[in-house]
């Protein structure tokens, strides 16, 4: 099977690694979409191949309707991924793919194939509580929220037309990820990897590090500086972590 196989509307795959020992779903942020990962894809291929996932109602998914909740979401990228089952298969999830991406490492095992890594991105762990009602706030609100993490391509909210265009979507990806229930006692079996900056104010290290009560297998974690994007000025850190997590364990 090569990388363009399987379901063309969840996944994208930038750099075609038909050779590669291991695939790598990456799931995106709140508002985020599959494009997040072009640079991570380009620099792990062909060692490893990116499955970076397209959530809809989004760039050209943007007219399909939003999923509502987390558990439909990790359904439904579950069983896209059925096709792409030939080879051993890591996940990577940041924020609200980091949720969604355990989601989808559950429904995995208990089908009996799960990833032989979950790597977590500035996410806290499902046991620790917050109280988060953004999806509820003002436009302006959920604006100057958005603008206050310095995601790239943020700045489009300064446009009227694109704004009105994207913080439906956004708005949508903050109800669903905020009001997911946590199941207590829900983990998983493979091995975890926690990232964080030292600086988001949406985890603390704390937060991160009650990941390692949510697998039976071994945890891993680290922390950069910067804040819930630090992934854009460690990109090359964290790929070396990836990579000799993923080397160790199928021989990348």
Known sequence: MNGNSGDPEWFRVFSPAPDAAVRLLCLPHAGGSASFYFPLAKALAPAVEVLAVQYPGRQDRRTEPLIADIPTLADLITEGLAAYRDKPLAIFGHSMGAVTGFEVTRRLEAQGNGPVELFISGRRAPSTSRSERLHLAGDAELVAEIKSHNAAGSELLDDPEMRSM???????????????????????????????????????????????????????????????????????????????????????
């Open 166 to 252: 994207l913080l439906p979507t956004i708005r949508g990806d903050y109800r669903a990820v905020e009001t997911h229930v946590y199941q207590p006692g829900a983990s998983v079996g493979c091995p975890v990897t926690a990232f964080t900056g030292d600086s988001d104010p949406k985890v603390t290290v704390d937060e991160a590090l009650a990941w390692e009560g949510h697998t039976t297998g071994t945890f891993h974690s680290q922390v950069f500086t910067g804040g819930h994007f630090y992934l854009s000025d460690h990109q090359d850190a964290v790929l070396r972590t990836v990579s000799a997590r993923l080397a160790a364990l199928v021989g990348v």
